[in-house]
Nanobody
Framework: QAQLVESGGGLVQAGGSLRLSCTASGRTVRSYYMGWFRQAPGKEREFVAAINRSSYLTSYADSVKGRFTISRDNAKNTVFLQMNSLKPEDTAVYYC?????????????????WGQGTQVTVSS
């Protein structure tokens, strides 16, 4: 079982950048395919990005493609989300999640473990 803790959120102006981190304890993060999701006020939690165990496969939501980059450092038990060219509509609580199955998945129901989330606010 994995415990996930996100960090790196904050307030940034439109056009700026943030780097989110997700550190795992318990089982090592290399055991999982990892994903990032986000949830804005009054909206459903939505898929942002996912990465396989060895980093050669990634997937992104269309809304963040070309602006966000997911990566991982298995030696540091950490997954990252580099967010560039941020827009006010990126404002949300961002969650990392771990999936035990060896496949890239995009639905919240397919992830077994979740962090507590980190707030990202983008001002216009």
């Amino acid at each position: 079982q994995a415990q996930l803790v996100e960090s790196g959120g904050g307030l940034v102006q439109a056009g700026g950048s943030l780097r989110l981190s997700c550190t795992a304890s318990g089982r090592t993060v290399r055991s999982y395919y990892m994903g990032w999701f986000r949830q804005a006020p009054g909206k459903e939690r939505e898929f942002v990005a996912a990465i396989n165990r060895s980093s050669y496969l990634t997937s992104y939501a269309d809304s963040v493609k070309g602006r966000f980059t997911i990566s991982r450092d298995n030696a540091k038990n950490t997954v990252f989300l580099q967010m560039n060219s941020l827009k006010p509509e990126d404002t949300a609580v961002y969650y990392c999640a771990a999936n035990e199955r060896p496949t890239i998945v995009t639905m919240t129901s397919e992830y077994e473990y979740w962090g507590q989330g980190t707030q990202v606010t983008v001002s216009s």
